[in-house]
């Protein structure tokens, strides 16, 4: 089994700054893929990025970067000059490779952008 | 393509009551995924498919059926409506490729159901 850890419930950026979310996860498989999703208040949920374990490099896409440390089991998603459509709750989770395709979630950050 | 889709979107129940969620994907995945998503608890798994004809519970299977009679299609059933089961549902589908499992989920929308 896979846990996923968020710590900080709320978080709130001003408008054009950076922010970072925090993620911490614990697994005994060694390969793994990990993500963020998005949930807008439509309730959708739309992947943001995501890292596969073995991958040292970290990912990136457009705004949104990741600060994978596999050592640390820590997984952070910064998200630069925010805007207001970024506001959202956010979910990192865990994908074991082997298994059924089934992803582990954290209990979400709810991100608050401030004009 | 359609995608993920879910019916309804919202339903309201007294307890005892029994309910199917439908849930139809029309990308022929393998893989289906049913969560639930409660305040504070993030996304859990209810029950998951691999294949038509093979199902398996998840982290929270409890009060719940499902079935996968075709690929597109994977119900699930509420047999006795408590209120603990008061949460928004989400359907997934993934699929493979050459015979390696994908990270790609897809998401349907979601259902709101209450338990009164």
């Known amino acids: 089994a896979q846990t996923v850890t968020q710590s900080q419930p709320e978080m709130s950026v001003q408008e054009a700054e950076t922010v970072t979310l925090s993620c911490t996860y614990d697994?005994?498989?060694?390969?793994?893929?990990l993500f963020w999703y998005k949930q807008p208040p439509s309730r959708q949920m739309i992947l943001v990025i995501r890292q596969e374990a073995y991958k040292q490099q970290n990912a990136t896409e457009n705004r949104f970067s990741v600060n994978f440390q596999k050592a640390a089991k820590s997984f952070s998603l910064k998200i630069s000059d925010s805007q207001l459509g970024d506001a959202a709750m956010y979910f990192c989770a865990s994908l074991p490779e082997t298994g059924a395709n089934n992803l582990f979630f954290g209990t979400g950050t709810r991100l608050t952008v401030i004009p | 393509n359609a995608g993920v889709t879910q019916t309804p979107k919202f339903q309201v129940l007294k307890t005892g009551q029994s309910m199917t969620l439908q849930c139809a994907q029309d990308?022929?995945?393998?893989?289906m995924s049913w969560y639930r998503q409660d305040p504070g608890m993030g996304l859990r798994l209810i029950h998951y498919s691999v294949g038509a004809g093979i199902t398996d519970q998840g982290e929270v299977p409890n009060g719940y059926n499902v079935s996968r009679s075709t690929t597109e299609d994977f119900p699930l059933r509420l047999l006795s409506a408590a209120p603990s089961q008061t949460s928004v549902y989400f359907c997934a589908s993934s699929y493979s490729l050459g015979g390696t499992l994908t990270y790609e989920q897809y998401f349907g929308p979601g259902t709101r159901l209450t338990v009164t």
């Open positions: 697994t005994s498989e060694s390969d793994y893929y």
């Open positions: 990308m022929n995945h393998e893989y």
